[in-house]
């Protein structure tokens, strides 16, 4: 049982973050929310995690973009709870553009804060995870971390990044009690997701529901959202002695995407 255990999410105001903190609160671990801001309403989201599920939950603001800010993340959820047993890597950002056209600073952003911060909270965690004798890594890479898609390029490195970085952590732990998988989700209508339609609808003179079809779920064979709660379903196998023996590999919860 992962009760008592503590878990960091990256970026996890929001979307399948916010998803993965409460399924694992369920489960009775401690959780460490983050994001890059420090408002009233991150703090209070913790304090109604805690509230709903009965679960010890904190809000730590640091930015994933700053290296030293995510190694500081994971020392703190270990000063405040006494370890750091789960490291949910989910922090990220898109920006959709051509190559010739890519913004640098986007660029950077992306490779820093979908990408560089997993090696960051990695190299602060595994110390402790070793010291607990028990250990879970697990990154929210994307079936862009196994297929591309055009106009994605930082988006797809950060992602195949990711999912390198997967088994090099898992091969660094394999004799140990301590695992490393990515997960890889298809499309979740989340509020990244959300973002993209507006732009969408106007760029192809689409409605609402034809670029949820036709652009979205184009590549998608099941033509349905994989769900937070799908994500954060398996989040908790992942923590649970089924998946003892899982490690270095992707689990795809994307609806065939990566089958085509
Ligand atoms: P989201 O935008 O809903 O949530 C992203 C979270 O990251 C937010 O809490 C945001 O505040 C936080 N964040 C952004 N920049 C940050 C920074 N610099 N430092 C710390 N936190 C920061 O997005 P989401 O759709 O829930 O995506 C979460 C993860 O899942 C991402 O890594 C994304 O690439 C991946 N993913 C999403 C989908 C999808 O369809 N939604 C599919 C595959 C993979």
């Given at each position: 049982s992962i009760s008592g255990k503590t878990a960091v999410?990256?970026?996890?105001?929001?979307?399948?973050?916010?998803?993965?903190?409460?399924?694992?609160?369920?489960q009775g671990a401690n959780v460490v929310l983050n994001?890059?801001?420090?408002?009233?309403?991150?703090?209070?989201?913790?304090?109604?995690?805690?509230?709903?599920?009965?679960?010890?939950?904190i809000?730590?603001?640091?930015?994933m973009s700053d290296g030293a800010a995510c190694r500081k993340l994971?020392?703190?959820?270990?000063?405040?709870?006494?370890g750091a047993d789960i490291l949910v890597n989910n922090a990220g950002i898109q920006h959709v553009a051509?190559?010739?056209d890519f913004p640098v600073e986007k660029w950077d952003a992306i490779i820093s804060i979908n990408m560089t911060s997993a090696f960051h909270t990695t190299a602060a965690a595994l110390p402790r995870m070793r010291a607990a004798g028990w250990g879970r890594v697990i990154n929210i890479a994307s079936a862009h971390g196994l297929t591309a898609s055009p106009f994605k390029s930082a988006y797809v490195t950060a992602k195949h990044g990711v999912v390198g970085l997967t088994k090099v952590t898992a091969l660094e732990t394999a004799q140990e009690p301590i695992t490393c998988n990515a997960i890889c989700p298809g499309y979740v209508l989340t509020p990244l997701v959300e973002a993209q339609i507006p732009d969408t609808m106007k760029k192809y003179g689409m409605t609402r529901e034809q670029v949820e079809r036709e652009v979205l779920l184009e590549r998608q064979p099941s033509k349905q959202f994989a769900t937070i709660e799908q994500i954060g379903g398996n989040v908790v196998f992942l923590c649970s002695p089924h998946?003892?023996?899982?490690t270095g590999t992707t689990i795809s919860v994307d609806g065939g995407w990566t089958a085509l």
């Open positions: 999410v990256t970026g996890s105001t929001s979307g399948i973050g916010l998803g993965v903190a409460r399924a694992l609160a369920e994001s890059f801001t420090d408002s009233d309403e991150d703090h209070a989201l913790a304090g109604k995690l805690a509230q709903d599920t009965g679960a010890k939950a809000y730590v603001q640091a930015d994971v020392d703190t959820a270990a000063e405040t709870f006494g051509a190559i010739p998946a003892d023996q899982i």
